[in-house]
């Protein structure tokens, strides 16, 4: 049934309205919207379709290489949205260990998600949702719910085709609504995992039909240094594998360390089934916001365009270009010391770094960050570890291994008057350092840590009732309040704002009067005054704890407003001292 939908659609000109009513009223999936055909027909737009796969080894940088692909096509004007599907069975990566898996990026619409999805809206500057996020968890989830519902009327329910509907369903959930639609997909060819999105994939191009959609393939060519040459075998290899899945890619993303030449990437079109324009490197970047110009540089963005058939309109990187110079030749630089537990995978808190380099790159300022692990820091270490120091961030975290050592970190800075940044368990540690060496309760803490009189940090009544972990924490955007009156506002310039949460603890609001009195400042809340979101010392250059993620939202060009204002502070600080 699908498929004559499908067919019809790859002849879109031809279609005229009553052909298709009849098969919107076919269509199991999301219902495209009617756009009038150059014969003057209704016909449902349907987008064209981008998809990404990774080969020889993970950690090649799809997630930039999709997020630079979508920018070029968004800078020739189309819109351009970006998915991704994981073919691990976690249903989502909530509960996954940042040790291992990275960051847990979290949508508005509170979907807990895979890091790329920072990527996607760091470069697209577009609001990633639940739909832009699928594991083979919750597809496996949703058909065993609807077997069990007997959705499957009596019949066996299998990989191919149940599972592979279920992928396409997803990946058709934003069809019609953008021009591009690019679909990535996590892990390696030729993981076991990976073969029902394979399969999704190459049915989904037979569905929507040549020039309507594109394979593109991410592959390593390695330098040997010995030999003193470049090796094209593990592409082929990986090109063969993913051929046998019945995927021929149109263009290879070649990562390297250095140039490839025009023999080797003769040599691979030759052996690859590509063109020879169409194999393009992708070498090592300066910055990753870079890979987007040097993708443009070997014209991608044109390849791309003329295969799907896009009419191209001029290729703007006017203001990227100009953000991009700004990362690599600022006029300052400052040291920000991140105090954190999950150092040794700095992927843990990738959308804090990139929104340093966000608000570096409008500050002119080089951010040279420091890692400091939370745990080293003793009453005898803390004037070493953060001396020469401009400005300090206490990391998001859960669990107690490291509170005290980003306490005394904090009470450090508040003494001595150096720019602090406080975000979630951060901004909960400044208010137990506050209470503890300010307002007099030697005893306070959360009761995430230890539950006592003096939980100044405590659960609210919902979160009690929580036996789950998965997606059972605050979850997603929520709005705030600001007090005309503080940092916060002067650095967002508005009094409501909207930001993301992902915790279970609160401010303790039975503390407020012996906090305030104190001069711990709350100036920002929930809309209904019950939640604590934003403190701060007003008698300190710039101390600011936020209950929520402002990281989440750092966009390239743009910035995030606090991490911009922190930056500024911070900036201040260090010429101060010159
Ligand atoms: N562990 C804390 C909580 O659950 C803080 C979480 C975080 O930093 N994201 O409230």
């Known amino acids: 049934m699908r498929r004559s939908y499908a067919n019809a659609l790859s002849n879109r000109a031809n279609i005229c309205i009553f052909e298709t009513v009849h098969l919107l009223r076919q269509r199991i999936v999301t219902t495209p919207p009617l756009f009038r055909s150059s014969t003057g027909c209704l016909v449902p737009k349907t987008s064209k379709f981008i998809f990404i796969t990774g080969g020889v080894l993970s950690s090649l940088g799809k997630g930039i290489a999709s997020s630079s692909i979508g920018l070029l096509l968004r800078q020739r004007g189309f819109s351009v949205t970006v998915q991704k599907l994981d073919p691990y069975i976690n249903v989502d990566p909530g509960t996954m260990n940042p040790l291992q898996h990275g960051e847990v990026f979290v949508t508005d ?194 390849i791309v365009c003329e295969k799907l058939n896009l009419k191209k309109s001029k290729l703007n990187l006017d203001t990227w270009s100009r953000f991009v110079h700004r990362i690599k030749s600022p006029k300052h630089e400052i040291t920000i010391g991140l105090v954190g537990k999950y150092n040794k995978n700095p992927d843990s808190y990738k959308s804090i770094t990139e929104a340093f380099i966000h608000a570096g790159a409008i500050n002119n300022t080089r951010v040279n960050l420091r890692w400091i692990d939370s745990e080293e820091i003793t009453k005898d270490t803390v004037k070493t570890l953060l001396a020469d120091i401009d400005g300090i961030l206490v990391a998001p975290g859960f669990g107690s291994r490291g509170i005290e050592g980003k306490i005394l970190a904090i009470e450090h800075v508040r003494k001595n008057l150096i720019p602090f940044f406080g975000i979630c368990l951060g901004m909960q540690c400044a208010v137990i350092e506050f209470a503890r060496n300010v307002a007099g309760m030697p005893l306070a803490n959360s009761t995430e840590f230890k539950k006592n009189k003096f939980n100044v940090i405590d659960l609210m009544p919902e979160q009690r009732k929580v036996t789950e972990k998965g997606g059972t924490m605050r979850l997603g955007a929520y709005p705030c309040h600001l007090e005309k009156k503080s940092r916060a506002f002067a650095a967002y310039k508005s009094e409501h704002i909207s930001e993301r949460h992902r915790h279970r603890y609160e401010f303790n609001n039975d503390f407020t009067e012996q906090l305030t009195s104190k001069g711990l400042k709350i100036s920002g809340t929930s809309p209904d005054g019950r939640l604590v979101e934003v403190i701060e010392l007003p008698n300190h250059p710039w101390f600011v704890g936020v209950q929520f993620h402002p990281e989440l939202k750092s966009r390239a060009v743009t910035g995030h407003p606090l991490f911009v204002a922190f930056i500024k502070a911070s900036l201040a600080n260090a010429l101060e001292k010159l």
Request: hydrophobic share 40%.
């Open 109 to 302: 619409d509170g979907a807990e998600a895979d890091l790329d999805l920072g990527h996607y809206e760091r470069y697209l500057d577009v609001s990633m949702s639940r739909q832009n996020t699928s594991t083979a968890g919750q597809v496996y989830f949703d058909v065993i719910t609807r077997e069990r519902q007997g959705g499957y009327l009596g019949k066996t329910v299998q990989v191919v085709p149940h599972i592979t509907d279920e992928i396409k369903k997803r990946m058709r959930a934003f069809d019609g609504k953008f021009d591009v639609i690019i679909i990535e997909i996590g892990g390696t060819v030729g993981d076991i995992e990976s073969l029902p999105f394979l399969e999704a994939c190459r049915q989904l191009r037979h569905e929507v039909g040549r020039g309507n959609a594109l394979d593109i393939h991410l592959t390593y060519v390695p330098y040997i240094k010995s030999a003193g040459e470049l090796k094209t075998k593990p592409t082929q290899h990986s090109v063969k594998t993913l051929m046998e899945f019945g995927i021929t890619p149109d263009l290879l993303l070649c990562r390297a360390e250095v140039s490839l030449d025009r023999e080797i990437r003769a040599k691979i079109a030759l052996f690859c089934n590509v063109e020879e324009r169409s194999v393009i490197e992708a070498i090592d970047a300066q910055t990753i916001y870079e890979v987007p110009m040097m993708f443009a540089k070997h014209k991608l963005d044109e």
